[in-house]
């Protein structure tokens, strides 16, 4: 059974950073393929980023990219989301996402519970 724990979401000031991680089991990354979406109160989902486990190419959207980097650590099954340079707009909820064939990144058959990621300016 698939399952996805996300922890490090928290209060940070504006510029600064955090490292979101997803302990995840019940699958390999070789299998599946792996993302971040988020959601801000009022409105839709938003993929941020996810890795293809066809050819490890990733995708970043457009509001995150260059300040935002997945990883993983296959040893510890780890998913991780570093996030720099943060502002007040990536206020949100992050989840973690997986899923068995390549998806939109908020339809992933597979999601956690979520972190709260808060940016104050």
């Known amino acids: 059974e698939v399952h996805l724990v996300e922890s490090g979401g928290g209060l940070v000031q504006a510029g600064g950073s955090l490292r979101l ?3 995840a089991s019940g699958f390999t990354f070789d299998n599946y393929a792996i993302g971040w979406f988020r959601q801000a109160p009022g409105k839709e989902r938003e993929g941020v980023s996810c ?3 066809r050819d490890g190419s990733t995708y970043y959207s457009e509001s ?4 935002f980097t997945i990883s993983t650590d296959n040893a510890n099954n780890a998913i991780y989301l570093q996030m720099n340079s943060l502002k007040p707009e990536d206020t949100a909820v992050y989840y973690c996402a997986a899923d068995p064939s390549i ?9 956690g519970q979520g972190t ?3 940016v104050s300016s």
């Open 21 to 23: 991680s997803c302990a």
């Open 51 to 53: 890795i293809s486990h």
């Open 64 to 67: 995150v990219k260059g300040r």
């Open 103 to 111: 998806a939109v990144i908020t339809d992933m058959k597979y999601r």
């Open 116 to 118: 709260q990621v808060t």
